[in-house]
C-alpha cells in the first residue's frame, strides 16, 4: 500500500513458449546458501536496526544463480526471545502486487486474455467515475497508476482493517473522483490492483490465494508462503507487526486485509522469496524444474518477463540533495507491478511494501543477476533505504562502501524533527481562545460520504467520539483544535494518523459538510481523509 520511491525497454534474448505449469515441482530442499561474502553482513544490520528501531530484519541476496544470503536477524517480537531466521515470515504487503502481475502474464500466455483488453470484458460490472474511463480503461491500466485517482485514493475502504467485501470496494470505485485526466501522471494506487485480482479470480474460477498458491507459489518451492494472515494461525514462526507510539517501538496487532488481495495479501520469508528471485531474473523458468512434457518448467514467458520490467509510465524523479544525492536516478517508471529505475547505470526492478508494522523491499538488477529482498518488522524506510544501498554497492561494484546507515539516519532524524517543529509552531499559533460556532451537541449525528459511506459523531460524557462504521478501529476522541476545526485522535496510537475534522456551515447556521486532513506530513498516504466529504444525513420529519 505505501509510498515507493523516460521509456525503457529492457534487452533479452528472444522470448521462449510457456510450459504448462501444472505439473508437480520437485520436493523443496532447504535453500543453499553460496559462500558467505566478505563484507559482515550482521553487523551492518545490527548497526541498521539499532539506528532506525528495528526489532527484527530477514534479508535475501541471490546473485548469479546463487543464494548468497537467506537469513534473520534480531527478534520476531520486541521483549521475546524468539529469533528471526530465514524461515520466518513477514508481511510484504505491495510487494503482492508482484505476483498479481505474474498471475495475469501468465494468463495472457495462455490466451485467456490481452494486455489491452478493455476490463469490461472480464468485469462487466465494473466502472469508474467517469464513463469514459470506465470504457477504455485496460487490464494494463489496472498496474500501471495512471487511472487518474488520486494518490492512495479509496484506501480507506480496506486500511485501517474494513468489513467491505472486496466486491463492495470494486463497486464504491465509481464514486471515487480523479484527481487528474485519465493516463495524465503517475499516481499510487491499490484500488486496481484489487480489481486485477477480482480478474484473475474469474479467469481461474478460484480465488486470488488459491490461484496463487497453485500455479505460483507450489510449482516455485515457496511451501511456506501464505497468502493471508489466516493460513499464518499455528506457524510459531511468524513475525510480529510493531510501530512507533509517541516514538516509541512497540509491539502492536497486525492487521487483515483480506478483501485488498491483488494489493496486498502474501507473507513470506527470506528463503522463499530468494526462490522467487531466481525465477524473476530467470525470465520466468524454474531452475530444474520439468513439466508433464518434460520441457523446462517456466511460470510466463521471457515476453512476458519483458513486459513486466517495460516502462508503463513515468515518474517523477526525486532531487536528493548533499551526500545523498548519489542515490538520484536519472530515469524512473513503474512498469507492470514494478518499479523502474538506475542505479549506477544498471536498471534496478523494484517494489516496496508498507502494511501495520511491516515494511519491505525487493529489488532485481538483471545485468549483475542479483536480488536483494528485505523484510522489516517495524515501520522504518530509513532501514530499508540503508541496507538497499548498501546491499546494492556491494554486489553491483564492490566500491569502497559509502556509510549509508549513518547518512540515512542522520537525513531521517533532521526531517522528523523538523516535522515536530512545524506541528509544535502549528499548535502555538493557533487561535486558542476561539470557540465552536455550535453547541457540541449540534455536532453530532450521522455523516455519509459518497464512496466510504457512513461515519458518526456522538457524546459520550462530555467527550465527543468519532466512528467510521465500516472500520472498526477507526474510532477517536476528538478535542477542540480552534473555531469549527476539531483533532480526532485515535484510540489506536500506533495508527500515526491523528487528523483534523472541519466543520462547514450553511446560511442558516446549519453544518453544510465535513472535511478531514492528517495532522503530521508524516502519515501515511493511505489514511486518504482529504478524500472524503461528509455530509449529514438528515433525519426525515415524522409525519
Known amino acids: 500500500m505505501k509510498r515507493l520511491t523516460a521509456a525503457i525497454l529492457i534487452a533479452f534474448s528472444a522470448a521462449g513458449a510457456c510450459a504448462s505449469n501444472t505439473a508437480e ?135 485501517p482493517t474494513t468489513n467491505f467485501s472486496t466486491d463492495e470496494i470494486i463497486e464504491r470505485l465509481r464514486y471515487v473522483k ?11 494506487d491499490n484500488l486496481l490492483y484489487i480489481v486485477a485480482g477480482k480478474i484473475i479470480a474469474r479467469k481461474s474460477g478460484k480465488s486470488w490465494g488459491d490461484t496463487v498458491r497453485e500455479r505460483i507459489l507450489k510449482p516455485v518451492g515457496m511451501n511456506t508462503t501464505t497468502t493471508s494472515l489466516a493460513e499464518n494461525a499455528g506457524n510459531p514462526n511468524a513475525s510480529n507487526a510493531h510501530s512507533k507510539i509517541n516514538d516509541k517501538i512497540a509491539a502492536v496487532k497486525s492487521m487483515p486485509v483480506d478483501n485488498a ?3 496486498v495479501g502474501i507473507n513470506t520469508n527470506a528463503e522463499d522469496i530468494a526462490r522467487w528471485m531466481k525465477v524473476l531474473l530467470d525470465g520466468g523458468r524454474i531452475e530444474g524444474a520439468k513439466g508433464a512434457d518434460g520441457k523446462e518448467l517456466r511460470l510466463f514467458s ?53 502494511l501495520q508494522g511491516f515494511y519491505s523491499r525487493v529489488l532485481l538488477v538483471p545485468e549483475s543477476k542479483l536480488g536483494v529482498a528485505i523484510f522489516t518488522n517495524a515501520e522504518s524506510g530509513g532501514a530499508l533505504n540503508a541496507l538497499q544501498y548498501r546491499l546494492l554497492d556491494q554486489y553491483m561494484t564492490g566500491s569502497a562502501p559509502t556509510d549509508w546507515i549513518k547518512l540515512i539516519a542522520d537525513d531521517e532524524d533532521r526531517k522528523h524533527t523538523d516535522e515536530l517543529a512545524r506541528l509544535k509552531k ?29 461515519m458518526n459523531i456522538k457524546r459520550d460524557g462530555r467527550k465527543m467520539i468519532m466512528s467510521f462504521t465500516r472500520t472498526p478501529d477507526l474510532t477517536g476522541e476528538m478535542e477542540h483544535f480552534q473555531h469549527d476545526t476539531f483533532i480526532v485522535r485515535w484510540k489506536e496510537r500506533n495508527f500515526n494518523a491523528d487528523a483534523y475534522v472541519t466543520f ?40
Open 504 to 543: 462547514a456551515l450553511d446560511h442558516d447556521g446549519g453544518i453544510e459538510h465535513v472535511k478531514m486532513k492528517a495532522v503530521s506530513t508524516e502519515t501515511d498516504f493511505s489514511y486518504d481523509f482529504h478524500d472524503l466529504l461528509f455530509t449529514p444525513v438528515r433525519q426525515k420529519a415524522a409525519l
Open 178 to 188: 480523479p484527481a487528474t485526466s485519465f493516463r495524465n501522471s503517475y499516481a499510487y
Open 25 to 159: 515441482a520437485p520436493a523443496t530442499p532447504p535453500v543453499a546458501v553460496a559462500a558467505a561474502s566478505a563484507f559482515d553482513l550482521e553487523q551492518d544490520v545490527n548497526r541498521v536496526m539499532k539506528a532506525f528501531d528495528v526489532p527484527g530484519i530477514a534479508i535475501a541476496v541471490v546473485k548469479d544463480g546463487k543464494v548468497i544470503a537467506a537469513r534473520g536477524f534480531g527478534v520476531r517480537k520486541l521483549g521475546a526471545p524468539a529469533r528471526v531466521d530465514g524461515q520466518t515470515l513477514f508481511e510484504i504487503a505491495s510487494n503482492s502486487k508482484a505476483f498479481t502481475a505474474a498471475a495475469l502474464a501468465m494468463l495472457v500466455d495462455e490466451g485467456k486474455l490481452k494486455w489491452d483488453d478493455p476490463v469490461v470484458k472480464h468485469l462487466p460490472d465494473f466502472q469508474m467515475y467517469d464513463a469514459y474511463v470506465t470504457r477504455e480503461m485496460t487490464v494494463r491500466d489496472l498496474l500501471t497508476h495512471r487511472s487518474g485517482l488520486g494518490l492512495g485514493a479509496g484506501d480507506l475502504l480496506w486500511w
Open 302 to 354: 521471457e515476453a512476458q518477463s519483458r513486459e513486466m520490467w517495460t516502462a508503463q509510465t513515468p515518474m517523477k524523479i526525486g532531487m536528493p540533495k548533499g551526500p545523498l544525492a548519489a542515490t538520484r536516478a536519472n530515469f524512473a517508471a513503474y512498469g507492470l507491478g514494478f518499479q523502474l529505475r538506475d542505479y549506477k547505470g544498471q536498471l534496478v526492478a523494484m517494489h516496496g511494501g508498507a
Open 426 to 454: 502549528t499548535s502555538t499559533t493557533r487561535i486558542a481562545a476561539s470557540k465552536p460556532s455550535l453547541a457540541l451537541t449540534s455536532y453530532e449525528g450521522q455523516y455519509t460520504d459518497p464512496w466510504y459511506g457512513a
Open 261 to 263: 488481495v491483488g494489493a
